[in-house]
């Protein structure tokens, strides 16, 4: 399970905005230069809102692994592949079609990817409706103390 510390920034209906920092994972991450939550130091993050959590309450988030990998591998992965698919395709086909190779090659890989990018979307679309590729509230932190006047009567 991934987890992450938050604070609650807005609540409508079943689902809480948590604000998080990115984590330590993200600056080791090898996708860091194409991944979008680099913008910031922080973002926020739609998660399901079981326990109740209002406005300013400290809240632990969790995905499970396996929904991660599975939208990673969506994401990442099945794109590459449409790409790597659509260039050898286009190139193979380049002859029948009386095309130069390398020009068929790359439309048809860009091509593949496009449509696999639509098909991640779809896929996205369909997952962030199913509860278990969306992130929940595990628990409601307690609240940090407030810090204690310094006593300057000592």
Request: a neutral charge.
């Amino acid at each position: 399970m991934l987890t992450e510390h938050g604070v609650v920034q807005g609540v409508q209906d079943q689902s809480a905005y948590v604000k998080v920092e990115r984590s330590e994972a993200c600056h080791s991450c090898h996708s860091q230069g194409a991944c979008k939550m680099l913008s910031s130091k922080e973002m926020v993050v739609e998660a399901a809102n079981d326990l109740g959590a209002r406005v300013g309450d400290q809240v632990e988030i969790g995905l499970p692994t396996g929904s991660f990998l599975t939208m990673s591998l969506v994401v990442y992965f099945v794109p590459v592949v449409a790409f790597v698919g659509g260039a050898a395709l286009g190139w193979s086909k380049a002859a029948v079609l009386g095309l130069n190779p390398t020009l068929a090659s790359v439309l048809a890989g860009f091509g593949a990817m496009a449509v696999a990018f639509v098909a991640a979307k779809g896929f996205d679309r369909r997952a962030g409706s199913r509860t278990h590729y969306r992130p929940r509230i595990m628990r409601i932190l307690p609240s940090s103390p407030a810090p204690e006047a310094a006593d300057d009567s000592k």
